[in-house]
């Protein structure tokens, strides 16, 4: 029988489950459900974004277009000048503490339905290259000082570890969980798994386009392409959501779904 203060999953998670440890595993404690928190990561910024744009072309900073579609901004610019920058440099610490938060979600989700050694070491490397991003994502915002005073190669190296590192983690994401999909039927969403395969294509189509245009000399194409990464990266959090709502909940869980073997 599972223990009683494991976190609710289906049934199917617990059966046939090797035992891994005698100890139990380190608590987590998080106030909001992890489904809300994985809604946040991708809402938030993608307001945060708009917004600044907004102020910074009405400002005259950025010139008018629909950035996606256009070269007139990339997303660093929307929150270089003030009064913008002021709103876009507290909100990306807001942003980067909730991927942060996010990111150990999910390596407590992979944690908990882990069957094998193999499989928690698959998930503490999602969660360390998603916090890592996190980490970087801040490093490289705090670079930002103006357009004189901004340190650009110390930004652009944060930037680059950025969407490198939550790329492989987004990618690692879609591929265990294609693992949960098969070996725990109905524990992963099948429109879940769908919008992750979806966004993670998305994201790589993105990446060779770009490194295609560069090697051609056509550097315009960073901007739209920033954009669009962006976004694509902010929705494969919804996909989380999916995956958790009903399954974790607001309160005290376990990372690691362990037995002890023998009495308590």
Not at 105 to 125: E, K, V
């Amino acid at each position: 029988m599972p223990r009683p203060d494991t976190p609710c999953r289906r049934d199917g998670a617990m059966k046939d489950r090797p035992e891994r440890s005698q100890t139990a595993a380190p608590q987590m404690v998080t106030l909001v459900s992890p489904a809300r928190m994985a809604v946040l990561a991708a809402l938030v910024p993608a307001i945060l974004f708009v917004l600044t744009y907004v102020m910074a072309a009405i400002n005259g900073h950025v010139g008018w277009c629909m950035p996606p579609a256009g070269t007139c901004t990339d997303i660093t610019h929307t929150g270089l000048q003030p009064p913008e920058s002021f709103v876009f440099r507290v909100g990306m610490v807001i942003v980067c503490g909730i991927l942060f938060w996010v990111w150990r979600l999910a390596g407590a989700w992979f944690s908990i339905q882990a069957d094998t050694d193999s499989a928690s070491r698959r998930a503490r490397r999602i969660m360390v290259l998603g916090m890592t991003a996190s980490m970087a994502l801040l490093f490289s915002e705090l670079m930002l000082q103006g357009s004189e005073e901004t340190a650009w190669i110390l930004h652009s190296l944060g930037a680059s570890i950025y969407f490198l590192c939550a790329y492989a983690a987004q990618v690692l994401a879609t591929i265990e969980s294609g693992r949960l999909a098969q070996r725990v039927p109905g524990l992963i969403p099948d429109r879940s798994l769908r919008w992750k395969r979806w966004i993670v294509g998305g994201q790589t189509l993105i990446l060779l386009i770009v490194i295609v245009g560069r090697l051609l000399g056509i550097r315009e194409i960073g901007r739209p392409a920033q954009w669009i990464g962006s976004y694509l990266m902010l929705a494969y959090y919804l996909s989380f959501a999916l995956d958790w709502r009903g399954r974790l909940e607001a309160g005290t869980w376990f990372r690691d779904a362990t037995r002890r073997q023998g009495p308590d």
